[in-house]
Nanobody, 117 residues
Framework: QVQLVESGGGLVQPGGSLRLSCAAS????????MRWYRQAPGKQRDLVAR???????NYADSVKGRFTTSRDNAKHTVYLQMNSLQPEDTAVYYC???????????WGQGTQVTVSS
């Protein structure tokens, strides 16, 4: 079973950047499809980005061109680089691991991202 620990959230001004990290332990990280979700107050948790074991990526339309996800299988870590952040990007961000790209095997604890002047 994989365990996930996130880091890198915080407060940033509109137009700024943050990089989130999600470190995995306890299983063979390279076999997992990794996903990033976010949940704003009072809203559902939405998929933001996805990266396969081979490095293929997909993004929600709302973040395409601004967010980039990558992974370092040697370090068992997945990243979410967020640029041109806007107040509507404010949310708790979660990483998730899935072996079959369907059911979630593990969630990170979540990290708060706040975009405000």
């Amino acid at each position: 079973q994989v365990q996930l620990v996130e880091s890198g959230g915080g407060l940033v001004q509109p137009g700024g950047s943050l990089r989130l990290s999600c470190a995995a332990s306890g299983s063979i990280f390279s076999r997992y499809v990794m996903r990033w979700y976010r949940q704003a107050p009072g809203k559902q948790r939405d998929l933001v980005a996805r990266i396969t074991s081979g490095g293929r990526t997909n993004y929600a339309d709302s973040v395409k061109g601004r967010f980039t996800t990558s992974r370092d299988n040697a370090k068992h870590t997945v990243y979410l680089q967020m640029n041109s952040l806007q107040p509507e990007d404010t949310a708790v961000y979660y990483c998730a691991a899935t072996r079959d790209d369907w059911l979630i095997d593990a969630w990170g604890q979540g990290t708060q991202v706040t975009v405000s002047s």
